[in-house]
């Protein structure tokens, strides 16, 4: 009855506001279908009514599906709107910073059956789509068709992210700090095009299992075109011994959903980029006179949940036989970083969460780098109004440079953030 009562007041607005009034007036017509659907309480017929409409929902977008259900497309929009201050050691403004720093568009759903899915995404701000080093727009951030042919494996062919660590598969809207890590920044493979695969099953009991493969190109999004590369190839097995997270909690931070029994999540990933030609693999500029260099990646992912309690622990690094370039400052950036990340949200839904994360590069190019290793503490606190859909976000950082080459660099730095979506 309840749902009855909803959908007859969805309807009745859906009517009045969509119409002049002359129109709605009309609704009041016994030979009126609307009318008559009400008049009947036949929630046969108001489903009828209400098929073609759109569904709307915060978070879960806009979503459109025609009678024969030959296709569906749910479009979402989200925005972060950002002001950061740097502060030197001295607590004097080095850097103001104040931007939409993510504005972005994205359509999901399948045609002609739904085990033929796609997903696209747009980025509109100048952090989004920077111009790449060979000169290419960096507007298309997803641009995926998958056949999903059951829950347990897929097929994927396009642009994406490529499935390496924790960190960089959480959506940037999933994130309890105003962003994530410098060690996330440094050695994540971000997006490449290519060939995606996934597996997925329960072994036994509550214990479920993942592999997670790729086959792309080397270069990151939107690069089209390599003469002297060769492919990245990626591998990654996720563990969860205790069952799966609500809500896909392993890729979304911290524990809004409260999990009543402890949940893991552990992870590992390799990556091979033969021949690459950027420093940092899939990112990074062009290294110099059109050399190339192949370079290997690793991440190690854990995660704890409990009771609005989570944990996180990172371990990722990037392995280079010949860093360094002869007569040039650029290089590889050889090494390893740590991130280490808690929280706990309340249950008026403000969250505190702690982060220390640790850039260690390899003794080989650490005069290159300017320090012995990076260290940077972050607190940061949330409030959730709609979940990760509508949030109001502060956190503040202290940055520390062993060895530091240059003194100057920002010590601390605060930032605030209003994230919406739709």
Request: charge should be positive; charged fraction near 20%.
């Amino acid at each position: 009855m309840l749902k009855l009562k909803t959908t007859i007041a969805a309807v009745s607005l859906i009517c009045f506001f969509s119409v002049p009034l002359t129109y709605s007036q009309k609704i009041g017509e016994k030979n009126n279908p609307i009318w008559k659907a009400l008049s009947e309480n036949n929630e046969r017929d108001i489903s009828e009514l209400l098929r073609n409409m759109p569904n709307i929902e915060v978070g879960k977008g806009i979503t459109f599906m025609p009678k024969n259900e030959s296709y569906k497309m749910t479009m979402r929009f989200r925005m972060q709107n950002m002001v950061g201050l740097s502060f030197n050691e001295h607590f004097s403004l080095n850097k103001t910073e104040a931007q939409v720093k993510r504005l972005r568009l994205r359509f999901d759903g399948y045609i002609y059956s739904p085990k033929l899915t796609y997903t696209i995404q747009l980025g509109f701000t100048s952090y989004d789509a920077k111009v790449l080093p060979n000169g290419n727009m960096n507007i298309v951030r997803d641009a995926m068709v998958y056949y999903v042919p059951s829950s347990t494996w897929n097929i994927g062919f396009g642009q994406t992210k490529i499935k390496a660590n924790r960190a960089r598969v959480n959506s940037s809207s999933a994130l309890q700090f105003v962003d994530r890590s410098i060690v996330n920044s440094e050695f994540n493979l971000d997006r490449d095009f290519g060939f995606f695969g996934e597996y997925n099953t329960k072994l036994f009991s509550n214990f479920n299992f993942g592999a997670k493969a790729s086959i792309t190109m080397g270069e990151g999004r939107n690069w089209n075109t390599s003469q002297k590369s060769g492919f990245a190839y990626t591998g990654r097995l996720e563990l969860f011994p205790l069952g799966r997270f609500k809500g896909y909690g392993e890729v979304i931070e911290g524990d809004y959903e409260r999990e009543e029994k402890i949940k893991i999540f552990l992870a590992g990933t390799y990556s091979y980029n033969n021949r690459a030609l950027r420093l940092q693999g899939q990112n990074g500029a062009m290294m110099p006179d059109n050399q190339h260099r192949s370079i290997s990646a690793y991440f190690f992912d854990f995660i704890l949940k409990y009771r609005g309690f989570a944990f996180y622990t990172d371990v990722m690094g990037r392995v280079c036989n010949a860093p360094t370039f002869k007569d040039s400052d650029a290089f590889v950036y050889s090494g390893k970083g740590v991130n280490l990340q808690t929280s706990y949200i309340f249950p008026s839904n403000w969250e505190i969460a702690l982060r220390n994360s640790t850039l260690l590069p390899d003794h080989k190019i650490q005069d290159l780098a300017g320090y012995k290793f990076n260290n940077q503490s972050t607190f940061g606190v949330t409030k959730y109004l709609i979940g990760h859909s509508l949030k109001i976000q502060a956190d503040a950082s202290y940055n520390y440079r062993k060895n530091p080459i240059i003194n100057g660099y920002n010590r601390w730095e605060l930032r605030f953030q209003i994230e919406l979506g739709l």
